[in-house]
């Protein structure tokens, strides 16, 4: 399983943060990114959603801050994640729950956050 059990810490202030900018504007990648900038020394800027063969941007974004910071794998996070919503893509996401981006954003960060406990 990808999730480790884990004491409420700071992976739940990850996900609270990415998803309250993305309830204040921020698209789903920019908030996922930015949750996680105060601790990621080799941040750049947030991927663009879609940009990558059509994915939700909170995944993107997610996958770009394990790259960065080197820690997890990113075809277990993929897995791990289609298992939960079934897709990965932008288009199916939205399509089959129009309204739960918020949810893919939190979801995003506390996945990287849980990695970051570890």
């Known amino acids: 399983m990808f999730f480790k059990k884990h004491e409420r ?3 739940m202030d990850y996900e609270a943060a990415a998803r309250n900018s993305h309830r204040s504007g921020q698209n789903c990648a920019m908030a996922v990114y930015g949750a ?5 020394g080799n941040s750049t800027s947030a991927p663009r959603p879609r ?3 059509g994915k939700c941007g909170a995944v993107l974004a997610a ?3 394990m790259r960065e910071m ?5 075809a277990e996070f993929d897995k791990e994640f ?3 919503y079934g897709s990965l893509k932008c288009a199916d996401l939205r399509g089959a729950a129009t309204g739960k ?3 893919y954003v ?3 960060a506390k996945m990287v956050g849980e990695l970051l406990a570890r």
């Open 9 to 11: 810490s700071q992976t």
């Open 36 to 40: 996680f900038r105060q601790v990621n």
């Open 51 to 53: 940009e990558e063969d």
């Open 63 to 65: 996958e770009k801050v």
């Open 70 to 74: 080197n820690i997890g794998d990113t």
């Open 82 to 84: 289609e298992r939960l």
């Open 101 to 103: 981006c918020n949810d």
């Open 106 to 108: 939190g979801t995003a």
